[in-house]
Structure formats: structure tokens, C-alpha cells
T-cell receptor, first 109, second 111 residues
């Protein structure tokens, strides 16, 4: 079965802090995604990529950067974290159907 | 306004009952639809896709799509406590490479 892993699983930082969330997929999928999940909003797309070195802007990109270093690895960067970025973050890879990782819970104090 | 709207927000059914979920899109460009399910503490997992008008049945799950009204539904017959989860509708213009999710419906199946 398709596999997507995320690290860390939980992260606490302070306002203004620097955070990097990591995602790796072993599915050989071209597309990878970062979403945030908040009650009442469902899953909202932050950034996505269709291959190493490529980056596409999603629907809620403000305050986030992302980088796709290889086919397998996709990173989400919060350079000046704010409390509004406290959320549950999911990475996914896709060959049309999306395969999600287990999520990272980020708290910004 | 969200492009993909789901109803109800939550649903409670007895074990063995029928659970029904609704999803309406406000974007006529969406042609591809999925249902995803998320159990507590896990990432969402795809349940089924539907791309053509009409019904699609997979075991206890039946999806229905009406592209003219931009409406898709999911029905679970003989609901089990293990079906208790958050259910998302998702829509795409391009076959799944950029997908928009609804806000979800929480299902509770009581024994």
C-alpha cells in the first residue's frame, strides 16, 4: 500500500519561531501536497508540487513556504510562526486518489 | 463561500441503519468527485470516486452523482460502529491533481 510519512508528529513553538515540517512518500507519485485541517474548514490546500524543484501555490499560502527537494521529499516551512497557524497539517501524494500521511499537530504559543 | 459544501455537519445513526451524506459544488468546472473518510487520529483515506452521472456501488457504500445539479451523495447501508468517522467530499477539475475538500460530516454509529 502507498506510504506517506510525516515528522514530527507533534510540535510546539512560540510566536515568531521557525518551523519545518517534513514529508516523505514511497509511492513514486509525481504530485505531493500540504494541507491544514481546522474544524469547520475541512482540509485546505497550502502548497503542492508535481516534481522535484516544482512548487505550486494552493488556496491558503500566506505565511508558508514549501520546497520539494526530491521525488520523495516535500517540506513545509513556517519562518515566522503565528498563533493562527496552530493546526493539524497533512501531507499527501497523489496519482489522482490522494494518499495522506498521519499528520503533524502544530501549536504556536 | 466554500466551493464544496457538505451537509449535515454531523449525523447519528443506530447500528444497522442507513447513513446519508450530501455534497454540493458551486463550481461547474468540477467534474471529478471523491469521498474520503478520516478516523480519529489518522489521515483521510479515499473511500470511492465517482466521475459519471448515476450510481456507483462498492459493498455497503453507494455514491450518486448528478452533474447538472452539481450534487453528489454517499449512502452507507448497514452502518457499523467502525464507520464512525469524519467524511469528506472532494472535487476536482483536472482529474485529481488539485482537489478541493468540503468541511466534512461527522458520523456516529451507536451500537
Amino acid at each position: 500500500e502507498a506510504a506517506v510519512t510525516q515528522s514530527p508528529r507533534n510540535k510546539v513553538t512560540v510566536t515568531g519561531g521557525n518551523v519545518t515540517l517534513s514529508c516523505r512518500q514511497t509511492n513514486s507519485h509525481n504530485y505531493m501536497y500540504w494541507y491544514r485541517q481546522d474544524t469547520g474548514h475541512g482540509l485546505r490546500l497550502i502548497h503542492y508540487s508535481y516534481g522535484a524543484g516544482n512548487l505550486q501555490i494552493g488556496d491558503v499560502p500566506d505565511g508558508y513556504k514549501a520546497t520539494r527537494t526530491t521525488q520523495e521529499d516535500f517540506f513545509l516551512l513556517l519562518e515566522l510562526a503565528s498563533p493562527s497557524q496552530t493546526s493539524l497539517y497533512f501531507c499527501a501524494s497523489s496519482d489522482a486518489e490522494q494518499f495522506f500521511g498521519p499528520g503533524t499537530r502544530l501549536t504556536v504559543l | 463561500q466554500q466551493k464544496v459544501q457538505q451537509s449535515p455537519e454531523s449525523l447519528s445513526v443506530p447500528e444497522g441503519g442507513m447513513a446519508s451524506f450530501n455534497c454540493t459544488s458551486s463550481d461547474r468546472n468540477f467534474q471529478y468527485f471523491w469521498w474520503y473518510r478520516q478516523h480519529s487520529g489518522e489521515g483521510p483515506k479515499a473511500l470511492m470516486s465517482i466521475f459519471s452521472d448515476g450510481d456507483k456501488k462498492e459493498g455497503r457504500f453507494t455514491a450518486h452523482l448528478n452533474k447538472a445539479s452539481l450534487h453528489v451523495s454517499l449512502h452507507i447501508r448497514d452502518s457499523q460502529p467502525s464507520d464512525s468517522a469524519l467524511y469528506f467530499c472532494a472535487a476536482s477539475e483536472d482529474g485529481g491533481y488539485k482537489v478541493v475538500f468540503g468541511s466534512g460530516t461527522r458520523l456516529l454509529v451507536s451500537p
